[in-house]
T-cell receptor, first 113, second 118 residues
């Protein structure tokens, strides 16, 4: 069974601070995805990283895929209250009929004004 | 707005009962996946359907079953409900072309159905 562990589990920071969330596994994935989920809603895809060592930026969010494609990180610069939510990483096993996702344990972020 | 809808939004059942949850995928999406998300945890993969046939299953007992219909709707059925089945149930649809084109298939999640088993 493939497992993805995220750290930290909970994070409460002040607006304007920086933070990093980590996603680690002992397994190799075809790709790794990051989602954000708000209360009462399903997860929304933020980014997909495919190549080992890949770095992607989405405004204040920077995503990195480890060289061995087993781990990833999400860095948020100058956090805003709107960044509050549950951040999930998910490893994808690419198959012809559609990816099967293994989700991490989640990191709950609270950004205080 | 992902174009994926689920019904009902909330449901309360008692132990031993049966439940059917419904999902309407985006038009043209051949693949639907179902996930269980317990409170405070990440979603867990239940199973996936591709062109109306089950295509992969997670670590869930046979009392969890599903159906996918040609009109891009699908169902998740759970028999003999247990207290631990209380969770948010998510469906996600995708075009289902990942491996064929060598690219990752984006999954679009619905808002979920919150099931409470008493």
């Amino acid at each position: 069974t493939q497992l993805l562990e995220q750290s930290p589990q909970f994070l409460s920071i002040q607006e304007g601070e920086n933070l990093t969330v980590y996603c680690n596994s002992s397994s190799v994935f075809s790709s790794l995805q990051w989602y954000r989920q708000e209360p009462g809603e399903g997860p929304v895809l933020l980014v997909t990283v495919v190549t080992g060592g890949e770095v992607k930026k989405l405004k204040r969010l920077t995503f990195q895929f480890g060289d061995a494609r087993k781990d990833s990180s999400l860095h948020i610069t100058a956090a805003q209250t709107g960044d509050t939510g549950l951040y999930l990483c998910a490893g994808a096993e690419m198959e012809s009929s559609g990816d099967k996702l293994t989700f991490g344990t989640g990191t709950r972020l609270a950004v205080r004004p | 707005e992902t174009g994926v809808t689920q019904s009902p939004t909330h449901l309360i059942k008692t132990r031993g009962q049966q439940v059917t949850l419904r999902c309407s995928s985006q038009s043209g999406h051949n693949t639907v996946s179902w996930y269980q998300q317990a409170l405070g945890q990440g979603p867990q993969f239940i199973f996936q359907y591709y062109r109306e046939e089950e295509n992969g299953r997670g670590n869930f007992p046979p009392r969890f079953s599903g159906l996918q219909f040609p009109n891009y709707s699908s169902e998740l059925n759970v028999n003999a409900l247990e207290l631990d089945d209380s969770a948010l149930y998510l469906c996600a649809s995708s075009p289902g072309l990942a491996g064929a084109n060598g690219r990752t298939d984006t999954q679009y999640f619905g808002p979920g159905t919150r099931l409470t088993v008493l």
